[in-house]
């Protein structure tokens, strides 16, 4: 059974915290994302890597860094939270001839 | 960032109705994904499509790629109370990993 886990299901931060959500996928993909969901604006694509310390910039990296050291684990950082950052963040991977796309159960952040 | 055009927006419907939905893209994809996703939780695959044409079913749900490669529906047969969910396309043109996303149907089953 193919399997994306993310680190926490729900976080509360402060402004200003550095951020750490972490992603890990036993499926052995080569690509991995980070999105952030929000009411009526649907998914937004943050950053993707389609290797080991690959990585692209999505539609809206403005405010987040990632890292991916190991195949498996793909790491989404807020430098310096901020409000407007609160929101569904979701990680998803996908083999590398990047037919389907799996996703974890998201990590529901909230910076106060 | 690009979202694609997904009909209707939410609907109502009886238990044992059938129910269809459908996406629309201004671009030839290569890849069609269909998800659920239940409140609080992430989007849930439950069929992909790969070729103009494909029909594919999983249980109660068939989903097909349009043949002009821009569009995609989802059908659910006998629709049961946890059916209930927001139901996302994407899609995938070739040449890249991306996927673009719909912008989902609210579907609320009455018992």
């Known amino acids: 059974d193919v399997k994306v886990t993310q680190s926490s299901r729900y976080l509360v931060k402060r402004t200003g915290e550095k951020v750490f959500l972490e992603c890990v996928q036993d499926m052995d993909h080569e690509n991995m994302f980070w999105y952030r969901q929000d009411p009526g604006l649907g998914l937004r694509l943050i950053y993707f890597?389609?290797?080991?310390?690959?990585?692209e910039k999505g539609d809206i990296p403005e405010g987040y860094s990632v890292s991916r050291e190991k195949k498996e684990r793909f790491s989404l950082i807020l430098e310096s939270a901020s409000t407007n950052q609160t929101s569904m963040y979701l990680c998803a991977s996908s083999p590398g001839d990047g037919n389907e796309q799996f996703f974890g159960p998201g990590t529901r952040l909230t910076v106060l | 960032g690009q979202q694609l055009n997904q009909s209707p927006q939410s609907m109502f419907i009886q238990e044992g109705e059938d129910v269809s939905m459908n996406c629309t893209s201004s671009?030839?994809?290569?890849?069609w994904l269909w998800y659920k996703q239940d409140p609080g939780e992430g989007p849930v695959l439950l069929i992909a499509l790969y070729k103009a044409g494909e029909l594919t079913s999983n249980g109660r749900l068939t989903a097909q790629f349009g043949i002009t490669r821009k569009d995609s529906f989802l059908n659910i047969s006998a629709s049961i109370p946890s059916d209930v969910g927001i139901y996302f396309c994407?899609?995938?043109?070739?040449?890249?990993?991306?996927?673009?996303f719909g912008t989902g149907t609210r579907l609320k089953v009455l018992a």
């Open positions: 671009s030839i994809f290569n890849t």
């Open positions: 890597s389609y290797d080991v310390k690959m990585k």
């Open positions: 994407a899609g995938r043109s070739s040449g890249t990993y991306k996927y673009i």
